[in-house]
Structure formats: C-alpha cells, structure tokens
C-alpha cells in the first residue's frame, strides 16, 4: 500500500489487536476505522464518530491507497493546537500525518493515535465540562 500523503509504500507495524501502516519517508500512519475505534475505546475515549470535527472541504488531501477515492480533511483539536486527520468515506481508513515519526513500532504507533485523539478531542471535552 502506497502512502496518501507521498506515495511510497507504507511497511506494516502488527500489533496485537491492530495492523498500522507506516510510512517510512513521511511518518504517516493508516489504520483502519474499526482498529482505531477498538484503541480509543480501550482507552476510555469515545469512538471516532463522536469525537466531533469538521471538515475541511478545501484541503487536497490525496487518494485513498485502498478505495483510490479523494479522501476527506476532518479538523480539530484548539486553536493554539490545530489538529487533523484524513479519512476515506468509502472504506472508513484513517490517515494520521507525519506527526508520527517516532513510532516505530505497533505499541508506540498505539500510543500516540491515543495521544492524538486525546488533544483532538480536547476542546470538545473542556467546553462540555464547562457547562
């Protein structure tokens, strides 16, 4: 599988729940949808869908390296600490950019994503523990 972000092929991290892909130039993961739901789960977060975001209709974002369909800019996290993911609406697969570079393997790869989804959703979950 090619990378989305800079098309050379991407090397497989196995862990023991989920396989990550990983590419070696750029040091962008992809996992897939139901894998990352099982991680953020297991991890006391909530499931990808109702992690919130928005989409970023602008943002050229590449192909998806399995479906070959445009894949979909989704923003997030706080203004001081803008964040982001790309996702394919067909088959679900998630593309985490080159914020990665230090996981190289499935363990540390598992904790970032985690890290990641937890200032993602940062924002979301200061403004509803302000209410």
Not at 33 to 40: E, F, G, I, K, Y
Request: negative net charge; proline residues 3%.
């Amino acid at each position: 599988m090619d990378c989305p972000g800079c098309n050379v092929e991407m090397a497989e991290l196995e862990g023991e729940e989920t396989t990550l892909r990983r590419c070696g130039e750029c040091g962008g993961l992809w996992l897939d949808v139901a894998d990352l739901n099982r991680l953020l789960l297991h991890n006391n977060l909530p499931g990808l869908e109702s992690l919130g975001g928005r989409v970023d209709a602008e943002a050229l974002t590449g192909q998806c390296p399995e479906c070959q369909v445009d894949l979909v800019r989704v923003d997030g996290g706080d203004r001081q600490h803008p964040l982001h993911y790309d996702t394919c609406e067909s088959c679900g697969g998630i593309f985490l950019e080159s914020e990665f570079k230090d996981a190289t393997d499935a363990k540390v790869a598992q904790q970032e994503i985690v890290d990641f989804f937890q200032r993602f959703s940062s924002r979301k979950r200061k403004s509803a523990a302000g209410r």
